[in-house]
C-alpha cells in the first residue's frame, strides 16, 4: 500500500523556519516525529530507498550461505550462490508468496515450506512440483526478485531501490576514512549483540546521537573516555564523523590501558545507521535506529572483536554501554518524546560552534536537512 503522499503544505509546515545555515536555523517540527503519516512516508521514501545494513562480510562468505533481514516490513535475504557470487533478493516465493527462508544458514538450494518449489541461490526457479500440468509454465520465465546488495567497508548493504546508485559512490569519502581507522575490520568476527526497544520517535534518537553538547551534563563517565576538547564533528553529504582520542587511562568508563586503539571514531550514516569504533583492542560496532512506530524505535547495536568472545576489557566495555550510556540516553530521547507529545514544544534552535566541536548540534542541522530532502522527494518524486 502506498503512503498518503506529503504535500507542499505539509513540507512547509515540518520546514518553517529551517535555514540552510545552522546559527539561523529552526529545528524541523514536532509533527514529523509524532505523526505516523511521516512514517509511513519515510518508510518507503527513505528506508526503502537506502542503503540499509544487514551483516557483516563473514556470515556469506561460504558457498550457499544466507542471511535474511526484514527491512521495515520487507522481507529479503543475501546468499553467496553456489558460483561465489552474492546475491539478494525479496523473500518472497513465486508460486503464492510465501517467505522462503528463515535466520540464516548454509544451503545449496532454497525449497519454499508451503507447496516445494525450489529455486537457486542465483534465484532461478529449478522445480515447481507437478507444473508440468500448468499450461505454457516454463520454470525458465520465474525467478525471485532481485535487489541491490553490496559489500561496503567488510560490510553486508542492500537497497530496495532498483535506481540507487551504489554506496561507494553515494558516500564519498566514508569508505576511505572507515579504513584507515579501522584497518583491520575485515578480520573482525561477531561477538555481541544489544537490543533495545522505546519510545522516541527514530529521529530522535538519531538527533540525540548526533551532538555531545548533552554529554557533559548527561554522561558523566564517557566525557572521562574521551577528550573532550579534541571533539570533531563534520558533516559530508549522507554522512557525519565523529571523532576524539581516548581521554585518560584512569578514566570511569572502562579500562583502556595498553590498548591499540586510541581514537574514538563514530560516523553517522543516513538515515539510520551509525559506524564505531571505540578505544581499545580491534574493534567496530555497527548501531542501528529502527523504527517500530512513530513513537517507538528498536535499537540493535552489534559489536565486532578480534574474537567472537569478548575478553574481560570487552565485556567492561559493553557493560559500560549497556549499563550506563544507554540507559542515560534513552531517558534523555523518551523525555523528549514526551516533550514533543505536548503543545508546548514544537521547534527549538542549534548551538552551533563555529569550531565544529562535539559540543556543537550542526550535526543535528545536517540530518535534519537530509529529512527535508526526503519529504521533498517524496512531495515531488
Ligand atoms: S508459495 Fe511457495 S511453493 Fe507455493
Ligand atoms: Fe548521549
Redesign the pocket.
Known amino acids: 500500500m502506498t503512503a498518503t503522499p506529503l504535500t507542499r503544505t505539509d513540507i512547509d509546515h515540518i520546514g518553517r523556519g529551517y535555514d540552510p545555515v545552522a546559527t539561523r536555523s529552526s529545528s524541523i517540527h514536532s509533527d514529523c516525529y509524532r505523526d505516523n503519516r511521516f512514517l509511513a512516508v519515510e518508510r518507503e521514501q527513505v528506508f526503502h530507498r537506502t542503503w540499509q545494513f544487514v551483516c557483516h562480510e563473514e556470515k556469506l562468505r561460504q558457498p550457499g550461505s544466507y542471511v535474511t533481514a526484514s527491512l521495515q516490513g520487507q522481507s529479503i535475504f543475501v546468499a553467496r550462490d553456489t558460483g561465489g557470487g552474492l546475491q539478494a533478493f525479496y523473500n518472497v516465493?513465486q508460486?503464492?508468496?510465501?517467505e522462503l527462508l528463515q535466520g540464516e544458514g548454509i544451503t545449496s538450494t532454497i525449497t519454499?515450506p508451503?507447496?516445494?518449489?525450489v529455486y537457486d541461490l542465483n534465484g532461478s526457479l529449478r522445480r515447481a512440483r507437478r507444473s508440468e500440468l500448468i499450461e505454457n509454465f516454463r520454470d525458465n520465465d520465474i525467478r525471485l526478485q532481485a535487489i541491490q546488495v553490496e559489500i561496503f567497508c567488510h560490510l553486508v548493504f542492500v537497497n530496495l531501490d532498483p535506481d540507487a546508485s551504489t554506496l561507494a559512490e553515494q558516500s564519498g569519502d566514508l569508505a576511505q576514512e572507515v579504513t584507515t581507522y579501522a584497518p583491520d575490520l575485515g578480520e573482525l568476527t561477531f561477538a555481541h549483540r544489544l537490543s533495545y526497544r522505546l519510545k522516541a520517535n527514530w529521529k530522535a534518537v538519531v538527533d540525540n546521537f548526533l551532538e555531545c553538547y548533552h554529554c557533559p551534563v548527561a554522561h558523566k563517565d564517557f566525557v572521562t573516555l574521551v577528550e573532550m576538547d579534541t571533539y570533531q564533528v563534520k558533516t559530508h553529504g549522507i554522512y557525519s564523523s565523529h571523532m576524539a582520542k581516548a581521554g585518560r587511562t584512569e578514566n570511569q568508563a572502562y579500562g583502556i590501558d595498553n590498548v591499540s586503539v586510541t581514537d574514538h571514531a563514530v560516523w553517522y550514516l543516513w538515515p539510520n545507521t551509525t559506524l564505531m569504533r571505540y578505544p581499545g583492542r580491534g574493534n567496530f560496532m555497527v548501531w542501528r535506529f529502527i523504527p517500530v512506530n512513530a513513537e517507538e524505535t528498536y535499537e540493535e547495536f552489534d559489536f565486532f572483536f578480534e574474537t567472537n568472545t569478548p575478553t574481560d576489557a570487552e565485556m567492561e566495555a559493553i557493560r559500560f554501554i549497556d549499563d550506563v550510556l544507554q540507559p542515560e540516553d534513552i531517558g534523555l530521547v523518551e523525555s523528549v518524546q514526551r516533550g514533543m507529545q505536548t503543545p508546548a514544544f514544537n521547534q527549538g534552535r542549534y548551538l552551533v560552534d563555529p569550531q565544529g566541536s562535539g559540543m556543537s548540534e550542526h550535526g543535528v542541522h545536517h540530518f535534519h536537512g537530509l529529512v527535508l530532502d526526503a519529504y521533498r522527494r517524496a512531495c515531488n518524486p
Open positions: 516465493c508460486h503464492r508468496g510465501h519454499c508451503y507447496h516445494a518449489w
